[in-house]
């Protein structure tokens, strides 16, 4: 049987987009909550919760990017010049941050304020500007010919703000879901009331952006069942009911798991987790075959068949290697952060 060349690069780098999305989700959610610590120490012991595997988390967004570019050109052509400003502002947070984190640990009083707040704003940059590239993307590009024919500001619509608002939300949600989990006294109660009020807002915003999707799309409406004229077709609607109920389960995982005191710790994030799951197999729902939504498919879109072979060799061999250290990490550093910055 012959492989799918194109169609397995699609999985690969869906697969890497979305453990970008939950890993260095959670790392980016913690910096968001960063200003709402009630002090220093409690900071640190925040940044020292991710510090042994925040860079690892953005393996997968290389992963990911890079994969783009080489394996589906075509793509990569028409969505760098149509997304040029958010992805440039997100490459821009993410180097702040990583600054940040090198840098806030040896200042001094001015420099550690001054460090502290670029970490947050570096954070909340990243995190917004991937949502402005998400409601880019969903809502559409103009393609003419197989190029980019839009506007450099075409992503900038009340829609784009909707989705960014909806993943820093998302993001914040994930963020006290691993502080749940990895911290302890005070910050941890913190953590739970910042969960308690990120799983309804990601609640709320997931509605308005799902609807507002359907307008955008009558093309997503009409595979989730939902015809021109609004009518629902319950046989085509009913075998995609389990996707958008995991998320409502998601998220009541995490509003009460962080509410009650006899929950486990894994529960919020695990809920947080799935809600995110959720939403991405809806857009899967939505949108595949299309790698640019309704303009080009993954096959028009793909590299040559010599080429994408060669590359998914390379992939085959390093992948493993990428999954087993950051798996060990995960282990060597699991447990409580303690309040003297140390696991144990």
Known sequence: ????????????????????????GFDLGVGILFPFAATDQERDVMMASIAPVWDGNETWLVLGGAGLMVAFPGAYAVLM??????????????????????????????GKA?????FAGGSLAAAFSQGLVLGGFIQGVTVRGGQFAGGALDWAT?????????????????????????????????????????APSVALILVL??????????????RWGIGADYQVDWRRLAPLAPIPLMGLVGLLMAFFGARSLQSHPHTPLIGAMLAFLSGYLGLAVGFMPFIVPYSLTYEEAASTPGAMKLMLIGAAGLLPLILAYSGWVYWIFRGKVGSDVGYH
Do not use: C
């Open 1 to 24: 049987m012959t492989l799918d060349l194109p169609l397995a690069w699609a999985v690969l780098l869906a697969g890497a987009v979305l453990l970008y999305v939950l890993l260095d």
């Open 81 to 110: 010049p149509a997304l040029y400003l958010p992805v440039m502002l997100m490459l821009a947070g993410l180097i702040l941050r990583g600054v940040a984190f090198e840098f806030r640990l040896y200042g001094r009083r001015r």
């Open 114 to 118: 001054f460090w502290t707040w670029a």
């Open 158 to 198: 009340p829609y784009s703000l909707a989705v960014a608002l909806g993943l820093v939300a998302g993001y914040a949600l994930l963020g006290a879901g691993w502080l749940m989990l990895k911290t302890e006294n005070g910050l941890h109660g913190a953590a739970r009331r910042w969960a308690m009020k990120a």
């Open 209 to 222: 952006v799902s609807a507002a999707t359907l307008f955008v799309h009558p093309l997503v409406a009409l």
